[in-house]
């Protein structure tokens, strides 16, 4: 999979056939996104992310080649900002699921914003 590739066909149709609101969806993709790209962070940089630093998030993607063409450094700063963003919900998937962010899948982090949902519209 290329880098530059926001969502497989497949994972964005999973994602459309979950119980979530568009907003909650979007969330969700970009949680998954981030997910990949914290993914190869912690691999290039051999650090786990969950110790990950929000420099070390925002130098990778400075200096991704795939970012660099998509837009300007206002653009590179706002995707840092998303990724780093999505580190909240994916630590607690993981704490709830009991196993380390770099295991995490998609399916995990799919049903968990479900999840989520399903608690605040029971809370309304």
């Known amino acids: 999979m290329q880098s530059a590739e926001f969502l497989t066909p497949e994972e964005c149709a999973e994602v459309d056939k979950a119980l979530l609101t568009s907003h909650d969806k979007f969330t969700t993709r970009v949680t998954i996104y981030a997910l990949r790209s914290l993914k190869q962070i912690a691999q290039k940089t051999d650090i786990p992310i969950a110790t990950l630093q929000s420099?070390?998030?925002?130098?990778?993607?400075?200096?991704?080649?795939?970012?660099?063409?998509?837009?300007?450094?206002?653009?590179?700063?706002?995707?840092?900002?998303?990724?780093?963003?999505?580190?909240?919900?994916?630590?607690?998937?993981?704490?709830?699921?009991?196993?380390?962010?770099?295991?995490?899948?998609?399916?995990?982090?799919?049903?968990?914003?479900?999840k989520e949902a399903k608690k605040k519209l029971e809370k309304n």
Request: hydrophobic share 45%.
């Open 55 to 114: 420099t070390q998030i925002e130098e990778w993607v400075y200096q991704d080649e795939s970012l660099q063409k998509a837009g300007d450094s206002d653009f590179r700063r706002f995707f840092s900002q998303l990724v780093i963003s999505s580190l909240k919900p994916l630590k607690r998937i993981a704490r709830e699921a009991d196993i380390d962010i770099e295991r995490l899948t998609i399916a995990q982090v799919i049903i968990w914003f479900e």
